[in-house]
T-cell receptor, first 113, second 115 residues
C-alpha cells in the first residue's frame, strides 16, 4: 500500500522569505504522480503543482517549485517570496496509475507579516 | 469559484440514518471524484466516476455508495451513519479520465455532522 508522510504539522515563515515543506512517500510502483494541494481557511482545495515520476526535471509554477528525489521517495515543496495569501494547509498527494489518491496529513503554514 | 457545486453545504443527522450528498461538476467535465476529510483520518480518496462508470475506488466503506448520472452529476449515499462519519466531503471534477494530467477542481464541500 502507498503511504504519504508529512513530518511537519506546522510551519511559519516571514513574508517575502522562502520556506520548504517536506513530503516522503512509499510505493513499489515505478510510474506514479505527485501533487501538492493548498487548502486555505475557506477549506477549498486548490492544486499547487504536480510532478510526473518519469520526469527528472522538477516542476515549477511561478513561486512554487518542487525537489523531487525519486530514489529517496521525497517530494518537497519550496515557496519563494512568501505572501500572506500563502497561509494555508498544504497537502502532499500520491496518485498511482489506477487513479487512486493517497494524501499526507498536511502541513499548516503561516506567513508572518 | 471552481465551478463545481455541492449541496447541501451543511447536513446534521443522527446515527443510523441515511443521507445523500450531491455534486454537479464543471460544465464539460466528465470525471467526478469524491473525498472525505475528517479530523482523525485526514483526506481520503473515496471513489471516481468517469462518464457514468466507476473508474477507481479508494477507502470507501461498504455503507457508502455513489453513482454518476447521465447528466454527469453525482451523488454519494451514506447509510447506517456512525459518529465517525462526521467529516467534510469534497467532490472534484476534471475533464478526462486521467487523474495524472487533468487538473481536479474541487467543490466547496459538504459538512456532515452525525449526532
Amino acid at each position: 500500500a502507498q503511504t504519504v508522510t508529512q513530518s511537519q504539522p506546522e510551519m511559519s515563515v516571514q513574508e517575502a522569505e522562502t520556506v520548504t515543506l517536506s513530503c516522503t512517500y512509499d510505493t513499489s510502483e515505478s510510474n506514479y504522480y505527485l501533487f501538492w494541494y493548498k487548502q486555505p481557511p475557506s477549506r477549498q482545495m486548490i492544486l499547487v503543482i504536480r510532478q510526473e515520476a518519469y520526469k527528472q526535471q522538477n516542476a515549477t509554477e511561478n513561486r512554487f517549485s518542487v525537489n523531487f528525489q525519486k530514489a529517496a521517495k521525497s517530494f518537497s515543496l519550496k515557496i519563494s517570496d512568501s505572501q500572506l495569501g500563502d497561509t494555508a494547509m498544504y497537502f502532499c498527494a500520491f496518485m498511482n496509475t489506477g487513479n487512486q489518491f493517497y494524501f499526507g496529513t498536511g502541513t499548516s503554514l503561516t506567513v508572518i507579516p | 469559484d471552481s465551478g463545481v457545486t455541492q449541496t447541501p453545504k451543511h447536513l446534521i443527522t443522527a446515527t443510523g440514518q441515511r443521507v445523500t450528498l450531491r455534486c454537479s461538476p464543471r460544465s464539460g467535465d466528465l470525471s467526478v471524484y469524491w473525498y472525505q476529510q475528517s479530523l482523525d483520518q485526514g483526506l481520503q480518496f473515496l471513489i471516481q466516476y468517469y462518464n457514468g462508470e466507476e473508474r477507481a475506488k479508494g477507502n470507501i466503506l461498504e455503507r457508502f455508495s455513489a453513482q454518476q448520472f447521465p447528466d454527469l452529476h453525482s451523488e454519494l449515499n451514506l447509510s447506517s451513519l456512525e459518529l465517525g462519519d462526521s467529516a467534510l466531503y469534497f467532490c472534484a471534477s476534471s475533464v478526462w479520465d486521467s487523474g495524472s494530467t487533468d487538473t481536479q477542481y474541487f467543490g466547496p464541500g459538504t459538512r456532515l455532522t452525525v449526532l
